[in-house]
């Protein structure tokens, strides 16, 4: 391996976070032009929705839409969960992922990404992340297929192994009541559904909610639901 890749791994391996991972995935992303990288792990469970974990290295629109859910069915997302081969797209009003949905892909360049590549990594179970990088400018079509992408591959690869041992190494532990509770609400029930369905008042729903939250240091449910089972808390 080159000086650089040891650098990154041994970089992201100190890491405790996953944030700080995403970090310093973009230190090692900026010097070949690249603003702006995420890294989503679109979930799949036995819920009736199905989510994605989103970290950026910025909270901008393109970030919130994202985390929102407003990309899982994307042209880039989709390319992702289909196949490992990287999706690129220049900045420009053309080529095979702008055509799939111009009008996304124009508000996209509008919010300042332009130039980009993604990869994913299939993780099974119908189960995947992809490690998305994108640039404030428009980015040659040969730049981005044959001078980059070699060092994105390692990168995506770099990172993917961090975030899988930072998963492992968690230490959430969350009651039985808990799990039920962000179960239930991952099928979308309301505080007062649930509580119906488990013969609980919805003020107990709402303080193992909290309780849970807290833990799991998410700012809201839906967060709560997918961090615990992006942690694999809920299986």
Request: proline share 3%.
């Amino acid at each position: 391996m080159n000086n650089w890749q040891i650098d990154l791994f041994s970089a992201l391996h100190e890491k405790n976070s996953m944030q700080d991972v995403v970090d310093v995935a973009l230190k090692a992303v900026q010097p070949l032009g690249f603003t702006f990288c995420t890294w989503k792990t679109r979930l799949a469970f036995p819920l009736a929705h199905r989510r994605s974990c989103v970290l950026g290295s910025s909270e901008d629109k393109v970030h919130q839409k994202n985390a929102a859910g407003g990309y899982d069915e994307a042209p880039i997302t989709t390319h992702c969960s289909k196949t490992t081969v990287p999706a690129i797209w220049t900045g420009r009003h053309e080529g095979a992922i702008f055509e799939k949905d111009p009008a996304l892909l124009e508000e996209f360049f509008g919010w300042g990404h332009k130039g980009g590549w993604a990869q994913s990594v299939m993780e099974g179970a119908g189960q995947f992340s992809m490690f998305l990088v994108d640039s404030a400018e428009i980015m040659p079509q040969s730049y981005l297929e044959r001078e980059v992408g070699f060092h994105l591959e390692w990168i995506t690869t770099a990172v993917h192994s961090a975030m899988s041992q930072l998963r492992r190494q968690h230490d959430v532990q969350l009651s039985l009541r808990e799990k039920e509770i962000l179960r239930w609400s991952g099928d979308g029930k309301t505080s007062d559904q649930i509580a119906q369905i488990l013969n609980i008042s919805a003020s107990t729903v709402n303080f193992h909610m909290r309780n849970a939250m807290l833990k799991l240091d998410a700012p809201n449910k839906t967060a709560a639901v997918v961090r615990a089972i992006f942690l694999g808390l809920l299986h």
